[in-house]
């Protein structure tokens, strides 16, 4: 067996994994383009491919690989592991429909904010944002809304892991920074993100917690700072989290 230097980790299975991502990036890769971005032989490269192929999680699309449905069920599991998600997943539709913007629902995992649903109203702006897709926590308002609420070991555990990337001229790359207004959100119950992940995008969120005090997850509607201007949105997002809360509790 391959195993890195880190006898906890398998080089195989980290390499099989980062071909899959590279696929799902560029949304379908022929052998010699992966073999080039990853410089590994073609012949490596093909071994992995054919493994994936014959466990049915990639398809052979006339000498390009693509991911295969085998992922969706996967994915679907994962989303309905916990039966609370029913009841965010409405919730977020619901919101969207009145708010006719965008609003997510997003957890911590591994350091990062991870998109778990996410639904559109008539007014909301496209971005790039999917399913699945993972930002800097400290970036936006739903991963400022559950670090505002997590352990203080933990916002260090990610710092440490994670740093305080810089996506726009508005992020906060500084840690005493990040925890002052970590304390802001506390006191008022929720979180901003003014143009810290994208430009000319403000977002509000809000944590969404256990009866013990455990963070699930958090909400967020995002849309342009010219619609944004006043804390109305956040006052709405206040009203929905704790109506879930309720819910959740005596589900």
């Given at each position: 067996?391959?195993?890195?230097?880190?006898?906890?980790?398998?080089?195989?299975?980290?390499?099989?994994?980062?071909?899959?991502?590279?696929?799902?990036?560029?949304d379908?890769?022929?052998?010699?383009?992966?073999?080039?971005?990853?410089?590994?032989?073609?012949?490596?490269?093909?071994?992995?491919?054919?493994?994936?192929?014959?466990?049915?999680?990639?398809?052979?699309?006339?000498?390009?690989?693509?991911?295969?449905?085998?992922?969706?069920?996967?994915?679907e599991?994962?989303?309905?592991?916990?039966?609370e998600?029913?009841?965010?997943?409405?919730?977020?539709?619901?919101?969207?429909?009145?708010?006719?913007?965008?609003?997510?629902?997003?957890?911590?995992?591994?350091?990062?904010?991870?998109?778990?649903?996410?639904?559109?109203?008539?007014?909301?702006?496209?971005t790039?944002?999917?399913?699945?897709?993972r930002?800097?926590?400290?970036a936006?308002?739903?991963?400022?809304?559950?670090?505002?609420?997590?352990?203080?070991?933990?916002?260090?555990?990610?710092?440490?892991?994670?740093?305080?990337p810089?996506?726009?001229?508005?992020?906060?790359?500084?840690?005493?920074?990040?925890?002052?207004?970590?304390?802001?959100v506390?006191?008022?119950?929720?979180?901003?993100?003014?143009?810290?992940?994208?430009d000319?995008?403000?977002?509000?969120?809000?944590p969404?917690?256990y009866?013990?005090?455990?963070?699930?997850?958090?909400?967020?509607?995002?849309?342009?700072?010219?619609?944004?201007?006043?804390?109305?949105?956040?006052?709405?997002?206040?009203?929905?989290?704790?109506?879930?809360?309720?819910?959740?509790?005596?589900?």
């Amino acid at each position: 067996m391959d195993v890195s230097d880190d006898s906890s980790r398998v080089t195989t299975v980290e390499t099989a994994f980062e071909l899959l991502e590279t696929i799902v990036r560029r949304d379908g890769c022929r052998i010699t383009e992966l073999a080039e971005e990853h410089d590994l032989a073609k012949s490596t490269v093909h071994r992995h491919l054919t493994t994936l192929e014959e466990l049915e999680y990639v398809v052979n699309d006339d000498g390009i690989f693509r991911t295969g449905f085998r992922f969706l069920k996967i994915g679907e599991r994962t989303r309905a592991r916990l039966d609370e998600y029913e009841l965010v997943e409405r919730n977020v539709a619901a919101l969207a429909d009145e708010t006719n913007e965008c609003v997510q629902f997003m957890v911590e995992e591994h350091g990062w904010a991870v998109y778990v649903f996410r639904d559109r109203g008539d007014n909301a702006v496209a971005t790039d944002a999917e399913i699945g897709d993972r930002l800097p926590i400290h970036a936006c308002a739903g991963g400022k809304a559950i670090l505002a609420f997590s352990d203080d070991d933990r916002l260090e555990e990610i710092i440490d892991d994670r740093g305080l990337p810089q996506l726009t001229d508005a992020t906060i790359t500084d840690r005493d920074e990040l925890v002052e207004q970590l304390a802001a959100v506390r006191e008022r119950g929720y979180s901003c993100n003014d143009q810290e992940s994208a430009d000319s995008l403000r977002a509000f969120g809000v944590p969404i917690r256990y009866e013990d005090g455990r963070v699930l997850g958090a909400l967020s509607v995002s849309g342009p700072i010219r619609r944004f201007q006043d804390d109305s949105l956040a006052t709405r997002l206040l009203e929905t989290a704790n109506e879930l809360e309720l819910k959740i509790r005596y589900a």
